[in-house]
């Protein structure tokens, strides 16, 4: 069976649910500036755009599934065709043909048909996959054999060749309907040739060779649903690993947007232009003063206070990073002060493969706070003192112990007054 694997409407949150994300957004609005973006990107474009958020109209409007697009794709075909038959019809009868009004009627109400079911889809949401439903499938591809078929057989002789219109029904039967559908609709596309072979010898043709021109053309039917059969489905398993694959892709990028920004050490992705692309919390807490800095995309050049940091930027773009792996800078504090930080970064695109298939190379500056790292190392230091003091009392307690063990056993045995007072020295 050739399906296509269509996007179907999501879910809707339950209450509970809903109810904690508005508080949990809430609890989050109130560390935020009132005018701030989302504080890290998923995806970071060129340099000056923003990322599309959740609230974007492309989420808003999700694209097409393929079975979407060829569902589509055969219903304009077949408005187009309708409307091509219908001027057939009244061009032929216009220069002088034989005017076959069975045929004209029929042709103006399959353009009719056809135009409206052009239309309609897109406001029903017809077409949505994975196969053709039942009544979809009567309009589109049953009407098409009917129509053609009679068309066929009303005038065989007719300058019009109504045989090649039966390819449509059986190609977008194969692509759009199972297996089952798509040859039957194949059989009775090739019934029909036949019918009208057979009706060709009553008129005094040669049986032998109209009937080896339906055979053929029959057998073509078949081949053509067959392919285009294995080509959907080969399609639709594509799609559906590809899909599958970006839905890997967005749980990913939405765990590492969740991990960076609840990072206690500060992130900045910075180009070469001294463009801010990406922060998050942490970074823009420790590039302002109080509250947060603004919220990415911003410039490091035009604030003085983080001029510092911009050139410790441009000194790793310009040799590739600092030598001893880390770097220190001070910012600025209105105050007077200054807030030391210790630098560390990474570049993206560095080989040239790359820097082929990323395009640009971007920097991404891990920041601590100084004083974070001093307290934690002091930290370290008094749990190290901590486990060697222990290591030490143990050593002293365990000879102690067996000390107070043997005198115990001699203050049993000690008969005169020197020999207690000695073991109650040796107790003390």
Known sequence: MSQFAARGPQPAAAPGVAGAERRRQGRRATDRSSDAAPTWRGTLGPAGEA??????????????????????????ARAVIGLALLLAQGAGSALGGRA????????????????????????????VGPTLSVPITAATVGVDVVVFSVLHLLDPASGFNYVALLVLPVLMAAVLTPRVTSLGTAAAAALV???GAWRGTLAGG??????????????????????????????????????????????????????IEQMADGVLVIDRRMRVRAANPAARRLLADQGLAPAAPFELA???????????????????GWGEGTREAGLPLPGG??????LRARFTGRRAEDRLAAGEELCVLFLEDLRTVQARTRQEKLAAMGRVS???????????????????????DAATPDQQRLTRIVAD
């Open 51 to 76: 990322a599309p958020g959740p609230g974007s109209r492309r989420d808003a409007q999700p694209e097409p599934s393929a079975f979407q697009r060829f569902f589509r794709l055969f219903v304009g």
């Open 100 to 127: 076959l009004w069975p045929a004209m009627t029929l042709s103006a109400g399959y353009a009719v048909q056809a135009l409206l079911l052009w239309l309609l889809p897109r406001w029903r949401g017809a077409g």
């Open 193 to 195: 040739l036949l019918g």
């Open 206 to 259: 040669d049986m032998a060779v109209l009937m080896m021109q339906a055979g053929l053309a029959g057998i073509g039917l078949f081949v053509i649903a067959l392919l285009a059969g294995e080509l959907a489905g080969r399609l639709a398993r594509e799609e559906a690993a590809a899909r599958g694959s970006l839905e890997l892709a967005r749980q990913q990028a939405q765990l590492n947007r969740l991990v």
């Open 302 to 320: 035009p604030v003085p206070a983080w001029q510092p940091l911009a050139a410790a930027v441009g000194d790793a773009f310009e040799f590739g």
């Open 337 to 342: 002060g200054e807030r030391r930080l210790r």
């Open 390 to 412: 222990a290591g030490i009392a143990h050593e002293i307690r365990n000879p102690l112990a067996a000390i107070a063990q043997a005198n115990a056993l001699m203050e049993e």
